[in-house]
């Protein structure tokens, strides 16, 4: 079974600075896509970015980009020019490519990301 | 659009008590997914439906059944409410099983409290 960790359960940021999150996961699939959701207080899960694992280009989506280390089992979240909006839970999730990925998510436990003005 | 629709938004039950959660989604999407998500854990699959007909166990079946109505609805029933299923419920679709990249669309949860 696949497992994503994130190992920084609270992250602080000045407003307008950068900031990343970090998440390694555990496969023995080669094939494979990851996820980062964000999750608002508002409850709404709130897709991110995501990345094929056969890419060896980082997805970047306006101010979010990520750096994957295939090798390494590792996605990390940049997030640049950090605004008061980015105040969330994050997730990083995996989802293998087996069986046409018909399966769900497997989740991180997440990181709770705090803006400072 | 309305996405994802999950009813009810909040429910306290008690022991014992059996209930169904509603899950509707109007993207013509085939996958749909029931989650839990407990205080300082991320969301756990319970289980799926990679398309309409057919249902599968997830992470964390246990206590739960599920239903897929139609293409458009998924249910999840308790039939008989345990504390420890006390929650926060997430209802998600995708467009397709044989595209794994398209991302999952969720719904706004159900908050279920079993007192």
């Known amino acids: 079974a696949q497992t994503v960790t994130q190992s920084q359960p609270e992250m602080s940021v000045q407003e307008a600075e950068t900031v990343t999150l970090s998440c390694t996961y555990d496969?023995?699939?080669?094939?494979?896509?990851l996820f980062w959701y964000k999750q608002p207080p508002s409850r709404q899960m709130i897709l991110v970015i995501r990345q094929e694992a056969y890419k060896q280009q980082n997805a970047t989506e306006n101010r979010f980009s990520v750096n994957f280390q295939k090798a390494a089992k590792s996605f990390s979240l940049k997030i640049s020019d950090s605004q008061l909006g980015d105040a969330a839970m994050y997730f990083c999730a995996y989802r293998s490519a087996l069986g046409g990925g018909a399966d769900g998510l497997t989740f991180g436990k997440g990181t709770h990301l705090i803006i400072q003005p | 659009n309305a996405g994802v629709t999950q009813t009810p938004k909040f429910q306290v039950l008690k022991t014992g008590q059996s209930m169904t959660l509603q899950c509707a989604q109007d993207m013509n999407h085939n996958s749909m997914y029931w989650y839990r998500q407990d205080p300082g854990m991320g969301l756990r699959l319970i289980y799926y439906?990679?398309?309409?007909?057919?249902?599968d166990k997830g992470e964390v079946p246990n206590g739960y059944n599920v239903s897929r109505l139609n293409k458009r609805e998924f249910s999840l029933r308790l039939e008989s409410a345990a504390p420890s299923q006390t929650s926060v419920y997430f209802c998600?679709?995708?467009?397709?099983?044989?595209?794994?990249?398209?991302?999952?669309?969720f719904g706004d949860g159900t908050r279920l409290s079993i007192l």
């Open positions: 496969t023995s699939e080669s094939d494979y896509y």
């Open positions: 998600a679709s995708s467009e397709s099983w044989t595209r794994s990249n398209q991302p999952q669309h």
């Open positions: 439906s990679a398309s309409e007909g057919t249902t």
